[in-house]
């Protein structure tokens, strides 16, 4: 009788966390994962790629690689009616500015 209380049990703990990962899922942005990019600069297409995950319930982060080949770290992208964007400071690059990006 107790094998058949914690087969129960067992079941309704795994069927309450499936439900709640596939909530998550379903809350999930369309922007997060890998994203492989061609960015125009200057006239050149110059390839790149955009990682993104969430951090906490709302914000998302990432890792992006321009140009100079080292993943950076961001530390939040926003979002706003589909479109994204997120900021840079400098590493190798002469000046101060940070470098902004932009997408949809």
């Known amino acids: 009788m107790q094998y058949s209380s914690f087969k129960n049990y067992f079941y309704f703990f795994f069927t309450i966390v499936f439900s709640l990962s596939t909530v998550n899922a379903q809350e999930s942005p369309k922007l997060e994962g890998r994203w492989n990019l061609n960015i125009e600069y200057e006239g050149e297409n110059l390839p790149a790629w955009l990682e993104v995950t969430h951090s906490g319930y709302k914000t998302l982060v990432g890792r992006f690689v321009y140009a100079f080949g080292s993943a950076r770290p961001i530390a939040e992208i926003k979002v706003k009616n589909d ?22």
């Open 83 to 104: 479109i994204f964007n997120f900021n840079i400071p400098p590493q190798w690059e002469k000046g101060d500015i940070n470098m902004a990006f932009e997408g949809s």
